[in-house]
């Protein structure tokens, strides 16, 4: 069987995407793709691809129904250069294999975050971890600029001049601000990376992660369309209620227009089934 290759993924190899002021993410390397997860999937009954509409049929069925192993099957290399306080965020993922420069072998690059004018923002009051909608005036975005240029300049500044002093690269790099930018090899499944996307590309994640997340998602669309596309219908857009809430759903729904809005070009039958199901509205 011919080694899978997709020809979309191929080019995108080795092109890096910008990702806020100095940082990419670069897909090095994949292995595997769509076909992969059709492969996996269907090995048990020694059988192979079938029709395009069949194998994106079982693709959306596996992810819908949490049967996450054929995901597994497919493995994403990234080069990432990040600011360090999202590589903190990052290396929370452990299902990854990482390697970072090292600061202690190398002398670190004078490349520091600043966020755009427009992109300094509030502190949330009503999350403590977020940051607020509301418009920064002028005077306080261009403040805020001048601070950060300000600190990292003299932190890099003092950085060389120990570094002139023979001090130890491990030792002089550690006044350097959360905002210097790093660089790893990044290597993770397709289950896994779904896992990641779920959480970095919600509005809950940081805005710098976030910008992250869309550059690796642009990836994970290239190497595997279709299971990108049932991740976005399935995880992404969709949503998880508590058991109270589905209690309080069952109780305002309309059974015969529920039913009524379920037509075929909406939800084909083992879905529309599968929904009623959820509901406790099953067909009988
Ligand atoms: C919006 C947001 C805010 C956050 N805020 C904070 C914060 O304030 N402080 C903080 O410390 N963290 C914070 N985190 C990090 C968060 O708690 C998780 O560590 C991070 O999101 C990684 O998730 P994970 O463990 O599910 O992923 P992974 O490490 O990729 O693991 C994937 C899955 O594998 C399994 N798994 C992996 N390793 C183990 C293990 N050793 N034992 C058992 N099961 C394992 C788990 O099922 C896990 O869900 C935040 C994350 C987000 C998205």
Redesign the pocket.
């Known amino acids: 069987m011919p080694r899978i290759t997709v020809p979309a993924a191929d080019a995108l190899i080795d092109q890096p995407i910008t990702v806020l002021d100095h940082g990419f993410v670069r897909l090095v390397d994949y292995l595997g793709g769509d076909a992969r997860i059709v492969q996996a999937a269907r090995v048990s009954y020694g059988e192979g691809t079938k029709s395009v509409r069949e194998d994106s049929a079982l693709i959306d069925y596996l992810l819908r129904n949490h049967h996450t192993s054929p995901f597994e099957q497919v493995i994403l290399t990234f080069h990432l250069k990040m600011p360090i306080f999202v590589a903190r965020?990052w290396i929370?993922?452990?299902?990854?294999r990482l390697n970072e420069i090292s600061g202690r072998y190398s002398v670190m690059k004078d490349e520091f975050y600043r966020p755009r004018d427009f992109e300094v923002r509030y502190q949330s009051t009503v999350n403590r971890?977020g940051s607020a909608e509301r418009a920064v005036p002028e005077a306080t975005s261009s403040k805020v600029m001048a601070i950060l240029q300000d600190g990292q300049a003299r932190a890099y500044a003092d950085y060389e001049e120990l570094l002139s002093d023979d001090v130890a690269r491990e030792l002089a790099r550690v006044n350097l601000p959360l905002s210097l930018y790093t660089e790893m090899y990044w290597q993770i499944d397709l289950n896994?990376l779904f896992?990641?996307l779920r959480?970095?590309l919600?509005w809950?994640?940081q805005y710098e992660i976030r910008a992250y997340g869309d550059a690796i998602a642009t990836a994970v669309k290239a190497v595997c369309p279709v299971a990108y596309q049932a991740f976005e219908e399935h995880i992404l857009h969709g949503r998880s209620f508590s058991g109270t809430e589905v209690e309080v759903l069952l109780q305002a729904l309309d059974r015969d227009s529920l039913e009524a809005a379920i037509t075929e070009t909406v939800m084909r039958k083992t879905r529309r089934a599968e929904f009623l199901k959820k509901l406790d509205l099953d067909e009988g």
């Open positions: 965020q929370r993922h452990r299902t990854a971890q896994n896992h990641f959480l970095r919600d809950h994640a």
